[in-house]
Nanobody
Framework: QVQLVESGGGLVQAGGSLRLSCAAS????????MGWFRQAPGKEREFGAA????????YYADSVKGRFTISRDNAKNTVYLQMNSLKPEDTAIYYC????????????????????WGQGTQVTVSS
């Protein structure tokens, strides 16, 4: 079992930046692949970014590629999402998720592979 707690959300103007954090407790953090998803009002939860257990591999949705960067610090049991050049359409609740799967690769954007989810943090981008 692992507990995930997101932080770092808030209100920012278009073009600005935010860094989200997701702190994990419970089982050894380095055994989990991690992902960030987001859900805007009235829309389905969608994939944003994912990172492998050791941080060697990262995956991004086309909508955030080049603007968002996912990283992790296994010593601190934390995964981050650096968000730059934010747009109003990035407004959503952002969730981090953990998977016990040994390989995320081509499945990184599939919600079904993630076993644990945080409660989410609100990000609002004003125009």
């Amino acid at each position: 079992q692992v507990q995930l707690v997101e932080s770092g959300g808030g209100l920012v103007q278009a073009g600005g930046s935010l860094r989200l954090s997701c702190a994990a407790s419970g089982r050894t953090f380095s055994t989990y692949g991690m992902g960030w998803f987001r859900q805007a009002p009235g829309k389905e939860r969608e994939f944003g970014a994912a990172i492998s257990r050791n941080g060697a591999y990262t995956y991004y949705a086309d909508s955030v590629k080049g603007r968002f960067t996912i990283s992790r610090d296994n010593a601190k049991n934390t995964v981050y999402l650096q968000m730059n050049s934010l747009k109003p359409e990035d407004t959503a609740i952002y969730y981090c998720a953990a998977t016990t799967g040994s390989y995320i690769g081509a499945y990184a954007d599939k919600r079904e592979i993630y076993d644990y989810w945080g409660q989410g943090t609100q990000v609002t981008v004003s125009s």
